[in-house]
């Protein structure tokens, strides 16, 4: 069955770099759909965005980055797209990688693009940081049964059963739009797998969090993980496509 893929793009005042990061993916994906969630900017990031030819869905006000996702997992499954691709709007994504991840659906629901897998020197992210990363990737490499590397990697893609999963429960937290959705991915029979890519410093603007900021974030999503491990989640109606593990 031949997959329609759509690349979902959640912003955040970013019409600095949108149109760049719209331009790459014309040159590396011309085959594929995108779709920016303008996620209440406060800039003319939507009307960036929709000059240089995406479809684009506005949000009222900030959601956050899951809530601009589940946004666009539900658009897609409303339009029965089989396979949804996550890129960020700062250009740090190297959007060359999305076939690698949409080829690793052919044995996984949920590819991932991972920095620390042995491909390039993304070292962005401080000391304390990258040791609560590695402590998450370390138990989420145990319910995936497999090694993982960069849990917080928001460079991914589904196919359409890890969208319809994502639709009805991906979390709005911020980071737990990353880690907390792998749980809720694999508690729902979904497989993860990860594949090696390199990644970019932000092309313009500033990011949204601050180190301390985020480690105490990363804190609350180690309590997220623990709630999310001992949930019971309701099965979700899905699409025939996706892989059973």
Known sequence: MKRRVLIIIPALNEALSITKVLDELRTTCPEHDVLVVDDGSSDATGAVAAAAGAAVLRLPYNLGVGGAMRAGYRYARERGYTVAVQVDADGQHDTAYVPALIELLERADVAIGARFAGTGTYSSAGLPRRVAMWLLAKVLSVLAGTRMTDVTS????????????????????????????????????????????????????????????????????????????????????????????
């Open 154 to 245: 928001g460079f991914r893609a589904c196919n359409a059963r890890a969208i319809a999963v994502f639709a009805t429960h991906y979390p709005v937290e911020y980071l737990g739009d990353t880690v907390e959705s792998l749980v809720i991915a694999l508690r729902s029979n979904c497989v993860v797998r990860q594949v090696p890519v390199v990644m970019r410093a932000r092309r313009e603007g500033r990011a949204s969090q601050s180190t301390a900021r985020s480690l105490v974030y990363l804190a609350r999503v180690a309590v997220a993980l623990g709630l999310a491990l001992v949930r019971r989640w309701e099965p979700v109606e899905t699409a025939s496509e996706g892989v059973r593990a």
